[in-house]
């Protein structure tokens, strides 16, 4: 609950407090977020968080849907036009990704790390019936969830990695993964790829390897899921393999276009 001396927010607290609405929205994808789940996530008291997702709202910043369930509002796309992407030739990705997909006919995935979180930048599908889609473009989960957020946190230093985890301890109890799990999770990866199976999706695998960069710590991966029937342990050496070959690709299209803004 608010203590009484937040009350009346300064401009920055109140600017703050905006950022992680929009984030908690945002992280809850198409579905929408409750009012219920914005309170709980934020730590704001539910009247405090009402009253901004109302502001938010008549600012176009968000929407409300039917159901009563905030969404990301048309203000959010139209100044996101205006937006330098973060990632200087994802259209020159995208093309690698759907590849990968066609290849192993399976779901692949470009995530990237914003802070404490993985982003959706893209994914491709590929052609088996079946498909593992976990994790859709713009959605955001807190890192060491799937496998490439966890490949993304094995790549950080490991005092940042600790850091990172217990700053997201709150959300990560809320989809279900303690602290303890990941730090396990954390010491079966490798500091360019990881495994995970069934942390979002039971019955789902995903493998991940990161895109290396030549300075600095690598912010974005390349993820295959699937069920779990598709990835034996027979056919793993070949899903790493062309995932290397892809985000190797990868490293010399974003060398190509500058340094990350």
Same mark, same amino acid.
Request: overall charge neutral; glycine content about 8%; some cysteine.
């Given at each position: 609950?608010?203590?009484?001396?937040? /009350?009346?927010?300064?401009?920055?607290?109140?600017?703050?407090?905006?950022?992680?609405?929009?984030?908690?929205?945002?992280?809850?994808?198409?579905?929408?977020?409750?009012? $219920?789940?914005? =309170?709980?996530?934020?730590?704001?008291?539910?009247? /405090?968080?009402?009253?901004?997702?109302?502001?938010?709202?008549?600012?176009?910043?968000?929407?409300?849907?039917?159901?009563?369930?905030?969404?990301?509002?048309?203000?959010?796309? *139209?100044?996101?036009?205006?937006?330098?992407?973060?990632?200087?030739?994802?259209?020159?990705?995208?093309?690698?990704?759907?590849?990968?997909?066609?290849?192993?006919?399976?779901?692949?995935?470009?995530?990237?790390?914003?802070?404490?979180?993985?982003?959706?930048?893209?994914?491709?599908?590929?052609?088996?019936?079946?498909?593992?889609?976990?994790? *859709?473009?713009?959605?955001?989960?807190?890192?060491?969830?799937?496998?490439?957020?966890?490949?993304?946190?094995?790549?950080?230093?490991?005092?940042?990695?600790?850091?990172?985890?217990?700053?997201?301890?709150? +959300?990560?109890?809320?989809?279900? $993964?303690?602290?303890?799990?990941?730090?396990?999770? $954390?010491?079966?990866?490798?500091?360019?790829?990881? &495994?995970?199976?069934? /942390?979002? /999706?039971?019955?789902?695998?995903?493998?991940?390897?990161?895109?290396?960069?030549?300075?600095?710590?690598?912010?974005?991966?390349?993820?295959?899921?699937? &069920?779990?029937?598709? &990835?034996?342990? +027979?056919?793993?050496?070949?899903?790493?393999? *062309?995932?290397?070959?892809?985000?190797?690709? $990868?490293?010399? &299209?974003? =060398? +190509?276009?500058? +340094?990350?803004?």
């Amino acid at each position: 609950m608010d203590s009484p001396k937040n /009350t009346s927010p300064s401009a920055a607290q109140s600017v703050e407090r905006a950022a992680a609405l929009l984030r908690v929205v945002a992280a809850h994808g198409p579905d929408g977020a409750r009012l $219920l789940d914005v =309170a709980a996530e934020t730590g704001l008291a539910r009247p /405090t968080a009402h009253r901004l997702l109302k502001q938010l709202c008549a600012e176009r910043l968000l929407t409300q849907g039917q159901d009563r369930r905030y969404l990301p509002g048309s203000l959010l796309y *139209e100044l996101g036009l205006a937006a330098p992407s973060p990632i200087q030739r994802l259209d020159r990705m995208r093309p690698r990704l759907q590849a990968l997909a066609d290849l192993t006919g399976d779901t692949a995935y470009l995530v990237m790390r914003s802070g404490d979180e993985a982003v959706c930048l893209d994914l491709a599908e590929g052609s088996y019936p079946i498909r593992a889609r976990t994790f *859709e473009i713009g959605a955001r989960r807190p890192l060491g969830m799937g496998a490439a957020g966890l490949a993304l946190l094995a790549a950080q230093p490991a005092s940042e990695a600790r850091a990172m985890m217990e700053r997201n301890v709150d +959300s990560l109890n809320r989809h279900g $993964l303690s602290l303890d799990t990941l730090f396990e999770r $954390l010491n079966n990866a490798q500091p360019d790829h990881a &495994i995970s199976y069934g /942390t979002i /999706t039971e019955g789902v695998i995903g493998i991940a390897v990161v895109v290396p960069t030549q300075i600095g710590v690598p912010y974005l991966a390349v993820s295959i899921a699937a &069920i779990s029937s598709r &990835i034996p342990d +027979s056919r793993m050496s070949a899903l790493f393999k *062309e995932l290397r070959t892809v985000t190797h690709q $990868l490293a010399v &299209i974003e =060398a +190509s276009g500058g +340094s990350r803004s």
